[in-house]
């Protein structure tokens, strides 16, 4: 591997692949979602949205139609003087308002376009103002869809002058949302006319599932252990490779095999064998009428962030994860390694709900024609019905081996349990392990603490930091 680095060709390609196409979280970091740099969601100042200048009460202009024919109709000095006070008070406003839509403009930047539950969604914003009038109130309007996040105040800056703040929230509940598009509005100060200026632009935020490096059971290790072959070729790099083949678009350069390229005259990579571990599957129940409770205390969000959790700490290990979640539709993603996969499954589990009507037997037939032999299957089921036994038999026996993470109802809030479930699951050599809603990390409101700087002072006018940011789980 150190090898291939050496070659100056390598590096000629690297580059042409940071400067030029790019795919998946490489192409996302760039523009800051999973990392520390900002990605801004206005326009730059010199492509704002043309502003639009309208007018708030018909009523003025009909005084100013009356007063104008008082004044032809009826000569007298008090007509002629209500209407040039009436007209330049209009024209003192729309010239106000017209300078301020010269100078005012806004841009916002967010933080992190990945987030998690739990963690702090921060935007920064800014509003300029280059005109010589001041703005006596502009206000934001913000049509984001991000639950418990609100973006509308009103703020005074002054002439030549910009104002900078930042909102933030918690971010509540996962899923993906939007933030923007967004309005800035002004007025005169007489509140004749207003100015709008609006940003069309949206960005899609996804808020996943947090992730928790303490679980209530250990990660299955699959049917064999060792990195000996199969013969069934990996779609993923792994430690054996078996052959080279051909160069095909979107193949990782690291996989070129520089020797045989220089012998073939031609770009050839190295073809990799399967890891007899085998794949694993996390499998999700999401028959609704299998769910306890609601909200982040309910089944289908402690089942998702297992979930989450089990798949972090597998491909932590190198090691391919699918993910198969049986709601309203199938969704399934076969089993693959590397960052790419950690950020398709976490996507894939911010989207989902237990809204489907597909029972527990049926799922398992159909995750039985998906995965293959040798593979481990992880089961996180509310389920209390015991229908689906044989077709863990069928599995058992089409070589998949399937391990239990049974969320005991009870503790959620059910009336029944199905502690006698897993005992029948056990007896059928699958393990299982039952899952208590108190096992599942911390609750939201602890979990919010993290991304927060807390300080104090001291008598002597020391500033020392009392709470301090936690590392992201990664």
């Known amino acids: 591997m150190h090898l291939f680095r050496s070659y100056t060709p390598f590096k000629y390609l690297r580059g042409f692949l940071c400067n030029g196409q790019q795919s998946g979280p490489a192409k996302t970091s760039q523009v800051c979602t999973v990392t520390a740099n900002t990605r801004f969601l206005a326009v730059t100042p010199q492509i704002q949205p043309t502003p639009k200048i309208t007018l708030r009460y018909k009523l003025p202009i009909l005084w100013l139609v009356l007063l104008a024919l008082a004044a032809l109709l009826l000569p007298h000095r008090i007509w002629n003087t209500l209407l040039i006070g009436l007209g330049g008070l209009f024209l003192v406003a729309y010239g106000w308002v017209w300078l301020l839509a010269q100078g005012l403009h806004a841009e916002r930047r967010l933080r ?33 869809t991000v639950p418990g996040y609100q973006v509308n105040v009103v703020r005074t800056i002054d002439a030549h002058s910009e104002n900078r703040w930042r909102q933030a929230a918690v971010c509540q509940q996962r899923g993906q949302f939007r933030l923007g598009p967004w309005t800035i509005r002004s007025s005169d100060p007489f509140g004749i006319f207003m100015l709008t200026r609006h940003y069309p632009q949206a960005e899609e935020i996804i808020i996943h599932p947090p992730i928790h490096h303490h679980l209530p059971l250990p990660l299955p290790t699959g ?22 083949r051909d160069y095909a678009h979107g193949d990782p350069l690291n996989w070129i095999h520089w020797p045989s390229t220089a012998r073939q005259s031609a770009l050839m990579v190295r073809q990799f064998d399967q890891d007899t571990a085998g794949d694993l599957w996390l499998l999700l129940d999401l028959d609704a009428s299998a769910q306890v409770g609601r909200g982040l205390d309910g089944t289908e969000e402690q089942a998702v962030l297992l979930a989450a959790s089990l798949a972090a700490r597998a491909l932590a290990e190198w090691r391919p994860v699918g993910l198969a979640a049986y709601g309203r539709s199938p969704h399934i993603i076969p089993p693959a390694k590397g960052e790419g996969q950690r950020w398709q499954l976490l996507r894939a589990l911010a989207l989902i709900r237990a809204d489907g009507q597909t029972s527990l037997k049926r799922a398992l037939s159909d995750f039985g024609r998906v995965a293959q032999r040798g593979a481990t299957a992880v089961l996180i089921t509310p389920t209390i019905s015991s229908d689906w036994l044989p077709e863990l038999l069928t599995l058992q026996q089409k070589g998949i081996d399937l391990s239990l993470a049974l969320l005991e109802r009870s503790s959620f809030g059910a009336e029944e349990s199905n502690q006698g479930l897993q005992t029948a699951v056990q007896r059928l050599g699958s393990p299982t392990h039952l899952i208590h809603q108190s096992d599942l990390g911390q609750r939201l409101e ?18 020392v930091a009392v709470q301090r940011p936690e590392a992201r789980d990664v």
């Open 112 to 144: 992190f376009g990945w987030v998690a539950v739990g963690d702090r969604l921060s935007e920064a914003f800014r509003i300029e103002n280059r005109s010589s009038i001041p703005g006596l109130w502009v206000e934001v309007v913000d049509e984001s």
């Open 223 to 244: 049917r064999r252990s060792g990195q000996t072959r199969q013969p069934r070729r990996a779609w993923q790099a792994t430690v054996n490779a078996a052959a080279v």
């Open 446 to 463: 602890e979990a919010a603490r993290r991304g927060f700087w807390e300080f104090k002072v001291t008598g002597t006018g020391k500033v």
